[in-house]
């Protein structure tokens, strides 16, 4: 299923084309599709080039670290990531490796690594949708994240599927189209609130 943007001004295929699916088939990426989209967040920019990314993977051909993986999610998003085969949560180092100190664009510098894989995804065939829903909790006693590492998204990571396998709610978010904000809402120019646009 494609759902392109209806962008109101010339942007790349593959932004166009990229997009957050609930449905997965059961086909499992290749260790090297699987590479290919982490050696895209790897040429990710960060400040200071300190790439603060961390990911760890679990794949349904290691069903017990799979299903490890899935209980930090929270159960409205179990209920459809259990059908991507590939599941992944991000982690950001906070401090600056060359000293210690905090690392105020960590965040910033995990979502452009992840916005990478996510073109990476699309060029590839694939889709990954990010969510916010699982347990940081979880994750640090589970993988033993230590301090100073903070859980910032979990994947889901597979072949866009069939919406039809999903339940009837998640189904019809699957269908709707896709909408932003028009730019005159977060483009401002001279102050806050000034339209940069001109009419």
Known sequence: MEKSADSAYPIHELIRNRWSPRSFTDMMPSQSQLLSLFEA???APSCYNDQ???FIVATKENPKEYEKMLSCLVE???IWAR????????VARITFSLNGKPNAHAFHDLGMSIQNIAIQATGMGLAIHPMAGFSKKCT????????GYDPVTALAIGFPG????LPAALREKE????QRKS????????????NFISE
């Open 52 to 54: 603060p990314w961390f």
């Open 140 to 147: 640090r006693e589970t993988y033993n994240i230590p301090e």
């Open 83 to 90: 059908q991507a085969p590939v599941l992944v949560i991000s």
């Open 183 to 194: 730019l005159k809402d977060f483009i401002f120019a001279c102050t806050w609130g000034e």
């Open 76 to 78: 409205q998003n179990r």
């Open 175 to 178: 269908m709707e189209p896709r």
């Open 162 to 165: 069939d919406p039809n396998t």
């Open 41 to 43: 967040a790897r040429w």
